[in-house]
Structures are given as structure tokens and as C-alpha cells.
């Protein structure tokens, strides 16, 4: 049977398979397998995951493989993992995976000059943390800095704001970490009156360097740095980015200077020097301890089997859910205020990644791809916006997370935990003995990640896992996660506008909405 009819032939079984499993209700499949709970779980190093309360059996997983097998899933894992340029848009690796290798080689790539070019901009890295924390990197008055900040936007500010808020605990030395990344002159201003410009390490942080709002922000604050009476910029500004060039005419100066690559995409890039605000935050060693986290994690995904493959497994979930439910929405809960910014991290992960309308032949795809995927923290979301999780119509898959071990404090723990677990079970169970308005219909998926401590390791390897997933995910959607060119449009036209609200005369053939908001704009403009 040749792949594509094998393909139609499982999609239709799994087709008849999701109808009659319809028929039954989650509380049913807890009711049928008692060990339902510990049979649908897996486990790696320190995170347990109970994926039970999703809507599957046995046999959904069953059909779920044999799919992946009809779309060669592992031998794509295999191509990102030897090298091959798996990005076929933009005819480029991805190699995120490369750099969290073992010093001394790659899973794939242990014969290419990569892992050297890696390994010698990580003990860059390492170098210029220990400057600073030997209080050997000085400002223009020679005080040594101690307060970073960190100017990007997206993948380049989106992960490491999430790993420095997750693993404060681990700061190393008084220093102090700020993330700048709107264009609104807001986070500025409040900026300016928390910092002390003589003891402040900017960090431009752009893969491309041409980004308007990352590029502004910086201008904005070195023009700030210099009415403050800094006479040597060049002390107080570093750059990550490959753009080495645009860096240089910046005026950074080349020690202060971390390159990346253009196969690492910006979502998948915080294991590059793109972390530089996480090393100098906790410090080189426990950086290399989130790589080595990381690669743990690469290790399981290349090498265990796609029936034991956690990754791989959580992608076909994903998968079950968007094309056989019709599943739209996808949502991250965190019992654990380290992970606040976790939901933004991976909303960036999955919509930029699967939020495509093209396969991976260019053709335009007639089925749903990525779904919208958002979080908030719990126990708040369950006073805000759990009423539409338990009540809504929607289908909202959802991973919840939680540590294990108490920060300081049982009783507000065990009240954390008991909260992440209920949650699960009610949207599971529901309230079927309720009358109309109090009825809750339960059958609600959910996954529940536990974890004994957050530490950096754990942190590596949870992060790659989602990377992981994203990928198959996209692989089993059949579209490149690698690219991003649906952002392009948008900043196009935000230039054209920006150019036109600048100037009295109209000059651009807009929509009569876009050129009225420009109008009212510049009118508003006339009454100051
Ligand atoms: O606009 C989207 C995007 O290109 C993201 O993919 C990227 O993470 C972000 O912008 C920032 O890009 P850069 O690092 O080049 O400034």
C-alpha cells in the first residue's frame, strides 16, 4: 500500500475511531481501566506526566502512531538531528538542538565545525560572566555593573525573561535583570527611574539587528545614557545577534559582541547567546545546567521509541485534538509563580511555529494547523477565567504544572496542589446531577505535569520538550514550524503607516478605516 493510501486508510479509521469513542465519557474510560491513572503516564528524570485525563484509549494511541509512521515522523526527527535543512522555506537547519550538545559533539553533528563555533562563543559567555562577577566589568565611572538589561522583542526576549523569573532563586551576586521589549515609551520611563545608568549593562539582543522596535528602544536609551554623562557608551552596551555587521556600526565593541546563527530561530533560541541575561542573572554554571537539562531531553526524543517518546506522544495529542475535535484553543496552567511567564514563552513556541497555512510543499492546506495558545497562572485563572474552561462549549486542552516541594511554606502549598489537582478532576468529572445552570458537562482533557523542584536542569529539559512537541506537532500537521513569515505583513505596513502619521499630506493608498484612524491620529495631533 503506498504511503498516501495508507495515510487516508488510517485517518479513516481514526475517524470511526474518534465517533465511537464519543459515545463515551471521560468518568466512563476512568470507570472501565481503574489504573487508567498510572497506565497513561510517563516519566522523565524528575517530571511525571499523567496525560490520563485526556480523551483516548489504548487503541487511540495505537492509530495515532501508525499515522506518524505514514508520515515518516521519525526519519524527520533523524534529518533535524543529522543537519539536513528541515526549514524548506527558508532552505535553512534547525539546529536549536546543537546547542545544548555534550562539549566534545553533537547528537548528529559530531564531525561539523558548529559544535566548535558553539563551544567557543559559550566560554565567551562563560568569560564575561566571570568578569562580572569578579566586578571587573566597569562603567563609564568606573563602578563595576551590576543591573542588565535586556533589549529584544519576541524569541529574543520572550525566553530568557521567562527562565531568569523562573529561576530567580538562583541568582547569583546582587545584580538585578530588566527585559525591555515594547516599542511603548512606557516600559522606558518606568525603566529610567530604577536604574542607575553608571552600573547599567545594556544588551541588545536581535538575531537580525534590524528589528523596529528592539533598534529604537536602543537608540532611545543610549541617547539616554549619554545625557546622563555617559562619555564611554561602549562599556555599557552589549549585542547578541548575527548581524554582526549592523552591530559594529552600533558602535558595540567586539568583546562585548555574542554571536547566534541563522539556524537557530528566535523561539528556539534561548540556548544561544541569547540566554547571555541568564547566565549573567544565575550564573554560567547553572546556565550550562539548563543545557545539560536540555540535552537530556534531545537524547530521549532521538533515541526512545515513538510509543515511549514524550514529545512525540504529547504531539499526537495535540493532533488528535486539532483535527478529529476540532479543537481551536490550547491552554498553559502553572501552579507556580516562577513559571508567570511560561504561557507568553509558549504561546510564541506554538502559534509562531504551527500557526501556518501552507504544507510543506507549498500547497494551501484545507484543515486547521497550530491552535491559539494561551495560559495564566494558577490558582488566579480559576477566579477569572476558568468559568468558560468548566461551562464554555469550546474544547480547550490543557497542561497544567506544579512542583512538588514547598517553597517555604505547607499549608500554602498543599492549597496550591490540592487546587492544580481539583482543577483537572472537575473539568474531567463534571457536575452531571446538576440541573441546568449548575450543570457541568465535565469531559474536559487536561495533562498534568508534577515536578519535584524547578530546578535548572529540570527547567532545560521540560523547555525542550516543548520544543519537541512543537515540531512533531507541526511534522504531523504537515507544515514547516521552522519559519515565520505570516509576521512580515504587519511590519511592512506599520513602516508604510508610521512613515504617513508622521507627515501632514496623505501618502499612502489605504482602506477607508486604516486612513480614518490615521486622520483622527493627526487630528487629535493639531489640538496640542
Ligand atoms: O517578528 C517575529 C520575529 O522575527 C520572531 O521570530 C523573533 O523572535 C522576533 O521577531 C525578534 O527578532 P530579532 O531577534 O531578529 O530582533
Redesign the pocket.
Known amino acids: 500500500m503506498s504511503s498516501s493510501i495508507n495515510k487516508k486508510t488510517i485517518r479513516k479509521q481514526l475517524s470511526e475511531h474518534h465517533k465511537a469513542l464519543s459515545k463515551f465519557h471521560l468518568r466512563d474510560l476512568f470507570t472501565q481501566d481503574r489504573d487508567r491513572g498510572k497506565n497513561f503516564t510517563s516519566q522523565f528524570a524528575d517530571l511525571y506526566i499523567d496525560f490520563s485525563k485526556n480523551i483516548l484509549t489504548n487503541e487511540t494511541l495505537d492509530l495515532l502512531l501508525e499515522y506518524a509512521k505514514t508520515l515518516n515522523i521519525k526519519k524527520s526527527i533523524d534529518a533535524m538531528f543529522r543537519g539536513e535543512k528541515i526549514n524548506v522555506t527558508e532552505k535553512r537547519a534547525a539546529l536549536h538542538f546543537a546547542l545544548r550538545a555534550k562539549p566534545g559533539g553533537a547528537l548528529g553533528l559530531e564531525d561539523s565545525g558548529i559544535i566548535k563555533k558553539i563551544e567557543d562563543e559559550l566560554q565567551k559567555i562563560k568569560e564575561f560572566v566571570s568578569l562580572v562577577n569578579d566586578k571587573k566589568l566597569t562603567g563609564w565611572t568606573n563602578k563595576p555593573l551590576d543591573t542588565f538589561i535586556n533589549i529584544?522583542?519576541?524569541?529574543?526576549d520572550l525566553g530568557p525573561k521567562m527562565v531568569v523569573r523562573a529561576l530567580n532563586q538562583y541568582r547569583v551576586n546582587k545584580t538585578h535583570s530588566f527585559f525591555i521589549s515594547n516599542i511603548d515609551y512606557e516600559q522606558i520611563e518606568s525603566l529610567k527611574k530604577r536604574i542607575n545608568p553608571e552600573t547599567t549593562l545594556f544588551i541588545i539582543?536581535?538575531?537580525?539587528?534590524?528589528?523596529i522596535e528592539?533598534i529604537t528602544n536602543a537608540n532611545t536609551l543610549k541617547s539616554w545614557m549619554l545625557k546622563s554623562g555617559c562619555n564611554e557608551i561602549n562599556r555599557h552596551f552589549a549585542a547578541v545577534s548575527s548581524n554582526l555587521e549592523a552591530v559594529e556600526k552600533f558602535g558595540i565593541k567586539k568583546e562585548n559582541t555574542f554571536k547566534i546563527w541563522d539556524w537557530v530561530?528566535?523561539?528556539f533560541?534561548l540556548w544561544s547567546a541569547i540566554g547571555l541575561p541568564i547566565a549573567l542573572a544565575i550564573g554560567f554554571k547553572n546556565f550550562e545546567k539548563i543545557l545539560l537539562g536540555a540535552h537530556k531531553m534531545d537524547e530521549h526524543f532521538i533515541s526512545q521509541t515513538p510509543e515511549e517518546n514524550i514529545p512525540v506522544t504529547l504531539a499526537l495529542i495535540d493532533y488528535w485534538y486539532i483535527n478529529f475535535f476540532g479543537a481551536e484553543t490550547q491552554a498553559f496552567i502553572p501552579y507556580d509563580e516562577s513559571l508567570k511567564y511560561l504561557p507568553a514563552y509558549l504561546s510564541?513556541l506554538f502559534m509562531?511555529s504551527n500557526g501556518k497555512s501552507t504544507d510543506l510543499s507549498g500547497n494551501i492546506v484545507d484543515y486547521k494547523t497550530g491552535v491559539i495558545t494561551w495560559g495564566a497562572i494558577g490558582t488566579n485563572s480559576q477566579h477569572s477565567i476558568s468559568q468558560l474552561l468548566h461551562q464554555g462549549k469550546h474544547m480547550t486542552p490543557i497542561d497544567f504544572l506544579a512542583p512538588l516541594s514547598n517553597k517555604g511554606n505547607q499549608k500554602h502549598h498543599e492549597l496550591l496542589l490540592a487546587n492544580c489537582i481539583a482543577q483537572s478532576r472537575a473539568l474531567m468529572q463534571g457536575e452531571s446531577n446538576a440541573k441546568s445552570h449548575q450543570h457541568i458537562d465535565g469531559n474536559k482533557p487536561s495533562t498534568t505535569i508534577l515536578y519535584d523542584v524547578l530546578t535548572p536542569e529540570l527547567l532545560g529539559s521540560l523547555l525542550a520538550m516543548y520544543e519537541h512537541r512543537v515540531f512533531v506537532q507541526g511534522l504531523l500537521l504537515e507544515i514547516n514550524s521552522f519559519d515565520?513569515y505570516g509576521?512580515e505583513l504587519g511590519?511592512k505596513m506599520a513602516l508604510d503607516i508610521s512613515k504617513n502619521i508622521a507627515q501632514k499630506e496623505k501618502n499612502i493608498d489605504a482602506d477607508s478605516s486604516t486612513q480614518n484612524l490615521i486622520d483622527i491620529y493627526k487630528k487629535s495631533r493639531e489640538k496640542e
Do not use: A, D, H
Open positions: 529584544g522583542i519576541g524569541g529574543s539582543s536581535s538575531k537580525s539587528f534590524n528589528t528592539t530561530g528566535g523561539r533560541s510564541q509562531e515565520q509576521v511590519k
